[in-house]
């Protein structure tokens, strides 16, 4: 292994004192073992990093633009402020006192709040590093960091419901003689798969809530805005169940990443809810047109829901799949692969939609 | 191609989990047992891994990477004898190794058998429709490592036999301990009337060398087996025989030679085929148990020895993955593992390169099967883990220390247990003392839920075993 001579057997004596513990034995070590959740990914790895779907972008030209005209209208602003400030001091420094206090009160309590949020801004990036740290560990038949990352992942999702107890089978079966990928594996399977299951169902519920609003809806407009504020709650939920502070702000970004994500695995997936519209002279007139509308909608959803899934996972998928559209089925009321591309015009692609309808 | 991907990956999930669902239903009478030949040279842990299978699955826990128990599939278990062959005795060696001071089992004497029940939910959203409920047999044969090699033995008349085994003993290895029987060959002439005096001390000469060779030298390559094991044959003239120089010239019937090849067709036919045709043929998964550290332990010529061994009986088995009808008909060993047994006696960073090394050692033999289309899988395992990990700062560097107790002197102790190298080892590697695994005594098995720490990959070998007929 080691380019050096290697260590030929040797006994020691039982009392040594260079002897350490025994390796913590699955299941004794203490339960709320906390570590710090934003420990950075070792830098010398990078190159080995599958380019994660969160994170930096090349920042262009128009980036720095937007960055100097933000600053200039920072300067600006500040600047008129202490110039208008200075001008009362001279009119009047009673005024003046007790305004300048008050606005260090608002720029330090804006600054701790652009802090916090940038915090929960960066745990979306957070999650990505960690998935492809991972990934660079899965299958890895070696004995590396896999069981201090995996621990740094309970920590993250420790606070939801029914993890401590996925988390506590968890320690108990896995043995110390575990590689890095087994390791991972195991994980997957017993402590991620329940939340996965419970993910899938929070976006097929969501969906299939969409589907039925708008299918009853009567404008358009209101249509989009049932659709934005159930989507933005079920990505909120989503969220939530996979350890992720859900703040408006990170929900925002997650809605954005996934559009960008599920746009990214096919435009015109994304773009299938509209499609509905040019095929409405075909077959969807024939259909309750609304219905169509919501069906594309439930199915905009379904999507937007499964590429949050995949960006709020901890772990990548490493022993299954991604949880696909087709595994919505059974909630969504109707076969997301079929109303679309069934050609056939009339009795069987109706009845899906109805029964969509119908819930 | 609007919906391009999602589509057609999702009709092709449908149309498996048909096809699937169709096979299972078609074959649920056929397929409802699997029988393991568990393959292993003399004490390479077939008794051992045999009876902690057997433990683990009547009490499942501990066995997170078998699909059943993990997916919470699992109902019930229970141990059923197994038609035609005495019962193995598990209670025995459970309580061996339930003791206050735990004992390795026996080695084992005789035949025996044992099947598992498993009754179980299928996961397939088809079959579920169908028949939710389900049950499986696992049939485990237990018998003397020594059986083994008699198995290539159905290959050969006593001509070929003779070739081979005097060509063999003229190996330097083995040499010194056939030397009184070679010299005893000298003065015979096989086209010679036989008489009985003789013949005895001939056969008792063979015997004496292939002891040797077993006991004293450590080598696997034993044929006939049934000259050295430790079971009562029935009829002693079975193996009154030896290997013979053999011309080319017909044997006249009352010669040495021809009286010897008459013992020699008996033995390969009533003793071999039999036990090859009620047992070894109806497998259709094998487990091939490798005691790689103990062939290191010993040295080059043992560890070609053992890899030569190996190769010889894997061609004696049935490989492929014929269509369901001939497979019943004609059982073929579909899928196998190789598994590097007594994982426990190093650190378990060093399980990588033990695999690798596997890999390396089986070569001859995967070859064999894997042009015969089966694939195989390849493990480093420990059925009872007798060693816990200790790390230990040494000169600055942090070493995996091993911390059990020895079998040789009954003492607990630390110790660290060398490292493997992950290719064939080098000239140099085999003097240089490196290679020195010790034999730890067993650790209580468990009782009760806490199994997982108690082997390792024992599940994961169960999983690639049998994990595809208990979906
Ligand atoms: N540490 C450790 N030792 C093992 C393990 N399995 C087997 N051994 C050792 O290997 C020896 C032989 O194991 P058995 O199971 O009796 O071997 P076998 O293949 O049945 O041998 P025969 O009956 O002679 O053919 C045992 O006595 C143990 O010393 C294991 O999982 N861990
Ligand atoms: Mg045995």
């Known amino acids: 292994m080691s380019p050096k001579e290697p260590i030929p057997p040797f006994e020691l004596s039982p009392d040594d004192p260079r002897i350490g513990a025994v390796e913590p034995p699955p299941g004794a070590r203490p339960a709320g073992e906390e570590l710090d959740p934003a420990l950075p990914v070792a830098a010398d790895t990078a190159e080995l990093i599958p380019a994660p779907p969160v994170g930096r972008r090349q920042r262009g030209i128009g980036f720095w633009l937007k960055l100097s005209l933000a600053l200039l209208v920072v300067t600006v602003l500040v600047g008129q402020f202490v110039l208008w400030v200075r001008d009362l001091m001279d009119a009047s420094p009673w005024l003046a006192g007790p305004l300048g206090i008050l606005s260090i009160v608002a720029v330090g309590s804006g600054t701790v709040l652009a802090w916090r949020g940038m915090q929960r801004w960066r745990s979306l990036d957070q999650r990505a590093e960690i998935r492809a740290e991972i990934e660079r560990l899965a299958g890895s038949e070696l004995h590396g960091s896999a069981a201090r990352r995996l621990e740094e992942i309970s920590a993250l999702i420790r606070p939801v419901p029914g993890v401590p107890q996925a988390l506590a089978r968890y320690e108990r079966q896995a043995s110390d003689a575990l590689a890095d990928g087994e390791r991972i594996e195991l994980y997957e399977r017993m402590v991620l798969n329940e939340l996965d299951e419970q993910a899938v169902r929070i976006v097929g519920m969501g969906a299939r809530d969409i589907a039925v609003l708008t299918a009853v809806t009567p404008t358009g407009l209101l249509d989009a805005l049932v659709v934005l504020t159930r989507t933005f709650a079920m990505l909120q939920r989503l969220a939530g169940l996979y350890g992720v502070p859900p703040g408006r702000l990170t929900v925002l970004r997650l809605l954005r990443l996934s559009f960008r994500n599920a746009a990214l695995a096919g435009a015109a997936d994304v773009l299938a809810h509209a499609t509905t519209e040019h095929l409405g002279a075909s077959f969807m007139s024939i259909l309750s047109a609304k219905a169509g509308q919501g069906a594309g909608n439930a199915l905009l959803a379904g999507r937007l829901g499964l590429q949050a899934i995949r960006l709020l996972r901890p772990l990548p998928f490493v022993t299954k799949r991604p949880p696909r559209l087709i595994d919505l089925r059974g909630m969504l009321g109707f076969d997301p692969a079929m109303p679309f591309d069934l050609k056939l015009p009339g009795s069987r692609a109706g009845t899906p939609d109805r029964q969509a309808e119908r819930r | ?471």
């Open chain 2, 1 to 471: 191609m609007r919906f391009g991907g999602s589509i057609f990956t999702a009709i092709g999930d449908e149309l498996d989990g048909l096809r699937r669902g169709l096979t299972d239903l078609a074959t649920g009478m056929v397929r409802d047992r699997t029988r393991f030949a568990i393959t292993g040279l003399r004490r390479s842990g077939k008794t051992v891994l045999t009876t902690c299978l057997a433990h683990h699955l009547l009490e499942p826990s501990g066995l997170p990477f078998l699909s059943v128990v993990a997916e919470n599939r699992l109902d019930a278990t229970r141990l059923v004898p197994l038609r035609d062959l005495p019962p193995f005795p598990l209670e025995e060696a459970v309580a061996g190794l339930a003791r206050e001071t735990p004992t390795w089992p026996q080695p084992t004497d005789r035949l025996s058998g044992l099947a598992i029940e498993i009754l179980y939910r299928t996961g397939h959203r088809l079959g579920r429709l169908i028949d939710p409920t389900r049950r499986h047999f696992i049939e485990i044969v237990d018998y003397p490592g020594e059986w083994l090699l008699d198995l290539p033995l159905l290959e050969h008349d006593f001509r070929t036999f003779s070739a081979h085994a005097l060509a063999l003993a003229e190996r330097p290895i083995r040499q010194p301990a056939a030397a009184e029987w070679q010299e005893l060959l000298k003065g015979v002439d096989p086209q010679a009337p036989g008489n009985p005096a003789l013949e005895a001390r001939l056969a008792e000469a063979y015997r004496a060398y292939l002891h040797a060779c077993q006991e004293e030298l450590g080598l696997s390559f034993i044929q006939p087996g049934r000259f050295v094991d430790r079971s009562k044959i029935a009829d002693e003239e079975l193996i009154r025989f030896c290997p013979l120089p053999l011309s080319s010239a017909p044997l006249p019937y009352d010669s040495l030679g021809a009286r010897f090849e008459r013992r020699f067709e008996r033995y390969r036919d009533e003793l071999v085929k039999p036990f090859y045709r009620d047992n070894f043929s109806r497998f259709d998964r094998q487990i091939v148990l490798v005691d790689l550290l103990t062939a290191l332990n010993r040295g080059p010529d043992h560890f070609e020895d053992v890899q030569e061994s190996l190769a010889t009986v894997v061609r004696s088995f049935r490989y492929g993955s014929g269509s369901i009808l001939t497979n019943w008909l004609t059982p073929k060993i579909d899928r196998l593992v190789f598994a590097a047994t007594k994982a426990d006696h190093i650190a378990p960073s060093q399980h990588a390169a033990m695999k690798q090394l596997l890999e390396i050692m089986i070569a001859p033999s995967s070859r064999h099967t894997r042009f015969a289309g089966a694939p195989h899988e390849v493990l480093a395992v420990a059925a009872l883990r007798s060693t816990d990990v200790v790390r230990t700062e040494l000169h600055g560097q942090v070493l995996s220390c091993l911390k059990g107790r020895l079998v040789e002197t009954g003492q607990e102790t630390v110790l660290f247990p060398g490292e493997l190298p992950p290719d064939l080892p080098e000239p140099h590697d085999w003097t240089s003392g490196r290679f020195r695994f010790r034999d730890f005594a067993p650790r209580r098995l468990p009782r009760g839920r806490n199994g997982a720490a108690s082997h390792i990959r024992l599940d994961q070998l169960l999983e690639a075993a049998v994990g595809d007929r208990l979906t």
